[in-house]
């Protein structure tokens, strides 16, 4: 099986920068995936990483660290319409499913 | 843009009902999911799907089914509704190819109240 764990909230203003962290367990890991979801709105893909090292894409960037079991999704310019709900997601390879498990999200507020 | 859809949008009905929720996708791609989420809250894998005649159980399947007899048609059926199913409903799709990094497009999902 596997479990993931990020925090349930974090508050920040607008043109700072935040760092949304997620650590996972699983026997099986098939890279760390990350999924932006407003209020009321479909979870949209952000980023993936199969390897170690940072991704970026635009203000968002992504890192993982294989051998910490740790990644984190790096938000900078923060603006107000970053306010929503940020999950990782890893794949499940132990029952060969292969279809994505969520964390629990983190709750993103960009304040004034 | 992803063409997922999913219909209803919202739901009420009564309990013991028997009702299916409809998931379209116009983008060939073989894999699809449904995903159930309270709000706030992290995603539950029901059901997935490689292709067509392929359906497997998640996490929270035990009281709905799923058929995927065409490649862009995946609905779920719950056969007798109760509260405890008042939830959004996510239906998604992703590419065969490269599938371990093929990001998931979700529909705007089914918002069901059973009363």
């Known amino acids: 099986g596997q479990s993931l764990e990020q925090p349930s909230e974090v508050t920040a203003v607008e043109g700072a920068i935040v760092q949304i962290n997620c650590t996972y367990q699983?026997?099986?890991?098939?890279?760390l995936s990350w999924y932006q979801q407003h209020d009321g709105g479909a979870p949209t893909f952000l980023s993936y990483?199969?390897?170690?090292g940072l991704e970026e894409t635009g203000r968002f960037s992504s890192f993982l660290s294989r051998s910490d079991s740790y990644g984190y999704l790096l938000l900078q310019e923060l603006q107000m319409k970053d306010s929503a709900s940020y999950f990782c997601a890893v794949r499940d390879r132990d029952t060969g499913r292969r279809a994505l498990t969520f964390g629990s999200g983190t709750r993103l507020q960009v304040q004034p | 843009e992803a063409d997922i859809y999913q219909t209803p949008r919202y739901l009420v009905i009564g309990t013991g009902k028997k009702i299916t929720l409809e998931c379209s996708q116009t983008?060939?791609?073989?894999?699809m999911y449904w995903y159930q989420q309270d709000p706030g809250m992290e995603l539950h894998l029901i059901h997935y799907?490689?292709?067509?005649?392929?359906?497997e159980k998640g996490d929270l399947s035990s009281e709905s089914t799923v058929s995927r007899i065409r490649t862009e048609h995946f609905p779920l059926t719950l056969e007798s509704a109760r509260p405890s199913h008042t939830s959004q409903y996510l239906c998604a799709s992703s590419n065969q190819i490269s599938s371990y990094n093929s990001p998931l497009h979700f529909g705007n999902g089914t918002r069901l109240t059973v009363t």
């Open positions: 799907s490689y292709g067509v005649n392929s359906t």
């Open positions: 699983t026997s099986g890991f098939y890279g």
């Open positions: 983008m060939g791609h073989d894999k």
């Open positions: 990483n199969a390897l170690d």
